[in-house]
């Protein structure tokens, strides 16, 4: 049951995250539209949850040999990914992507800061 309501205020907060980034950012477009923000949430959603371990595993030595700013490529890949199979999000330039990614990683970790506590568990 955890693990559900965790996936849902991830899938809350990506959606929360894509909406600040697509009102924000020129060249970073999302559809105005509950059905096409959600849509986008779930699928960044999902490759978060399934692709996101695989890259990571793929890009772990290049992340280490860049001091962590590989994982930039990591999250630009995913945007990609997400730009690619959603038609409710479209991002133009290099600069929006780019953009996007810094937008939406501190709204997100913003909004996980105010939201994990509730899933804490006291032992």
């Known amino acids: 049951m955890l693990f559900l309501l965790r996936i ?37 959603t999902i490759l978060h949850i399934f692709v996101r371990p695989i890259l990571k595993i793929f890009l772990t030595p290049f992340i280490f040999l860049t001091l962590g700013l590989g994982s930039l490529v990591l999250h630009a890949l995913i945007l990609v990914m997400l730009d690619y199979f959603s038609q409710s999000i479209r991002i133009t330039t290099f600069t929006a992507l780019f953009e996007g990614i810094i937008l939406i990683s501190l709204t997100a970790f913003a909004l996980h800061l105010v939201f994990d506590h509730f899933f804490k568990r006291e032992h």
Do not use: H, M
């Open 8 to 44: 849902l205020l991830s899938l809350s907060i990506n959606a929360c995250a894509l909406f600040v980034a697509g009102s924000f950012i020129p060249g970073f477009t999302v559809q105005r539209s509950f059905s096409g923000i959600g849509a986008a949430a779930l699928i960044l």
